[in-house]
T-cell receptor, first 112, second 116 residues
Framework: GQQVMQIPQYQHVQEGEDFTTYCNSSTTLSNIQWYKQRPGGHPVFLIQLVKSGEVKKQKRLTFQFGEAKKNSSLHITATQTTDVGTYFCAGLKFGGSYQLTFGKGTKLSVIP | NAGVMQNPRHLVRRRGQEARLRCSPMKGHSHVYWYRQLPEEGLKFMVYLQKENIIDESGMPKERFSAEFPKEGPSILRIQQVVRGDSAAYFC??????????????FGPGTRLLVL
C-alpha cells in the first residue's frame, strides 16, 4: 500500500534557527497537504500543494512539492516558540481512493 | 460557522464495554472521515462516509468496529468489546466534496478513548 515517510521524527532548535521537515511518498501523489498539531490538540490544516514543483509561502513557512509529485518539504525560517508542535504531511494518491495517508510527523521543539 | 464537533472529548471504558464516538461535520459538509492516532504516531485512515453510505472502509478493523452516517444526526464510530489496544485519539474530519477534487479536510477536536 501507499506509504508516506517523514523525517526527522524529532527536531530541537534554538529559537531563531531554521527548521525543515521532509516528506517522501512511495507513489505519485495527486496532492499533498500539511497539518500542524499542538500537544493535546487536533490537526490544523496549513496548506495544500497540487502542482508539480509548486512552492507556496505563508509568512515564515515555505512549502515545496517535488517535480515528480512524490516528495515535499516544509521549511520554517527563524523559528519562534509558537511554532512548537508536530507537523504532518498527508498525501492523496493519484487515481486512488479518497483517504489521506499521513506521515508520522516531525515533532518540533523550540528552545527559547 | 461552527467547526467539526466531536463528543465526548474523553471517554473511559473498561475492557469488553462498547464505545460510541460522535461526529457532527461542519455545516454544508456531506463527507466524513474517521482517523485513529496512537501516541507519538501519525493519523491512520479508518473510514470515509457520505450520508447513508460507506464509501471506503479499507482502514477499518474487520471486527468490532463499525461506522455510520445517517440521513439525520451525527456520524457514529462504534467499537464493540473494547480492548486496551483500542486506546487512542479518534479524529473525525469533514469536507464539502470529494477529496480528490483537492478539497481540504477539516478536523474535529478528537475523542480520547482510554480502555482500562
Amino acid at each position: 500500500g501507499q506509504q508516506v515517510m517523514q523525517i526527522p521524527q524529532y527536531q530541537h532548535v534554538q529559537e531563531g534557527e531554521d527548521f525543515t521537515t521532509y516528506c517522501n511518498s512511495s507513489t505519485t501523489l495527486s496532492n499533498i497537504q500539511w497539518y500542524k498539531q499542538r500537544p493535546g490538540g487536533h490537526p490544523v490544516f496549513l496548506i495544500q500543494l497540487v502542482k508539480s514543483g509548486e512552492v507556496k509561502k505563508q509568512k515564515r513557512l515555505t512549502f515545496q512539492f517535488g517535480e515528480a509529485k512524490k516528495n515535499s518539504s516544509l521549511h520554517i525560517t527563524a523559528t519562534q516558540t509558537t511554532d512548537v508542535g508536530t507537523y504532518f504531511c498527508a498525501g492523496l494518491k493519484f487515481g486512488g481512493s479518497y483517504q489521506l495517508t499521513f506521515g508520522k510527523g516531525t515533532k518540533l521543539s523550540v528552545i527559547p | 460557522n461552527a467547526g467539526v464537533m466531536q463528543n465526548p472529548r474523553h471517554l473511559v471504558r473498561r475492557r469488553g464495554q462498547e464505545a460510541r464516538l460522535r461526529c457532527s461535520p461542519m455545516k454544508g459538509h456531506s463527507h466524513v472521515y474517521w482517523y485513529r492516532q496512537l501516541p507519538e504516531e501519525g493519523l491512520k485512515f479508518m473510514v470515509y462516509l457520505q450520508k447513508e453510505n460507506i464509501i471506503d472502509e479499507s482502514g477499518m478493523p474487520k471486527e468490532r468496529f463499525s461506522a455510520e452516517f445517517p440521513k439525520e444526526g451525527p456520524s457514529i464510530l462504534r467499537i464493540q468489546q473494547v480492548v486496551r489496544g483500542d486506546s487512542a485519539a479518534y479524529f473525525c474530519a469533514s469536507s464539502p466534496r470529494l477529496a480528490e477534487l483537492q478539497e481540504t479536510q477539516y478536523f474535529g477536536p478528537g475523542t480520547r478513548l482510554l480502555v482500562l
